[in-house]
């Protein structure tokens, strides 16, 4: 990682400031990602899966509608609570551990 960051430091014409600021922000989503991949493993939960992934034609049921609201994380910057019930086997579960794919900027 921090070859990549001087190779094309090296190359460009770039203030110290944005190198440094690229730099920091690269070990905060390091260090973010490992974060969550530990959590995960601490949870012992089943392999996770992304909303993406989720089968929908399992239980129709389910409004897809809300679930893409909920991928927004709105609810979130809203300090709003979110519950998934249901009976076992009808994917609440599953919807709980799924996490958002992450775009890269």
Request: proline share 5%.
């Amino acid at each position: 990682m921090l070859e990549a960051h001087l190779q094309r430091a090296s190359q460009g014409d770039r203030p110290y400031a944005d190198f440094l600021l690229d730099l920091l922000e690269a070990e905060a989503r390091a260090r973010q990602e490992a974060r969550f991949a530990q959590s995960l493993k601490r949870s012992r939960l089943p392999a996770a899966k992304t909303l993406e992934q989720f089968d929908f034609a399992f239980q129709p049921s389910i409004d897809q509608s809300q679930i893409r609201e909920l991928r927004t994380l709105r609810f979130v910057h809203e300090a709003g609570n979110v519950v998934l019930l249901g009976p076992p086997g009808v994917g609440a579960s599953g919807l709980a551990r799924a996490r958002r794919t992450l775009r890269s900027r």
